[in-house]
């Protein structure tokens, strides 16, 4: 396994925005899918977006038009741009990463799948 590390997580205001940043290691296998992943204490780990790694995004319903993820590949980071911040995107934002050429990188995010890379998290808190 590889250990991902998240920076970027803070407490915001209701309709502010966050910039999370996930640094990967350089020596790291280079897996085809990074995802976002967010979770509330006593509940399943929910994915938020993906990227493939020519570019294609994917974002869960409830954050499509607020968050963008991109990443860097000449710094191997990963990004994740949140703007319009809800109270109910408080949560525990995990980056993870993927090689499962089988399923889709929408998918796998979706249902977290073959992800076994993680970082440890960065709390984000909205208050309203």
């Known amino acids: 396994q590889v250990q991902l590390q998240e920076s970027g997580g803070g407490s915001v205001q209701s309709g502010g925005s966050l910039r999370l940043s996930c640094a990967v290691p350089?020596?790291?296998?280079?897996?085809?899918?990074m995802g976002w992943f967010r979770q509330v204490p006593g509940t399943e780990r929910e994915g938020v977006a993906g990227?493939?790694?020519?570019?294609?995004?994917n974002y869960a319903d409830s954050v499509k038009g607020r968050f963008t993820i991109s990443q860097d590949n000449v710094n191997n980071t990963l990004h994740l741009q949140m703007n319009n911040l809800k109270p109910e995107d408080t949560a525990k934002y995990y980056c993870?990463?993927?090689?499962?050429?089988?399923?889709?990188?929408?998918?796998?995010?979706?249902?977290?799948?073959?992800?076994?890379?993680w970082g440890q998290g960065t709390q984000v808190t909205v208050s309203s």
């Open positions: 350089r020596y790291s296998v280079r897996r085809d899918c």
């Open positions: 993870a990463a993927s090689l499962n050429p089988g399923y889709t990188c929408g998918y796998r995010v979706k249902v977290n799948l073959g992800f076994a890379d």
């Open positions: 990227i493939t790694s020519d570019g294609k995004t």
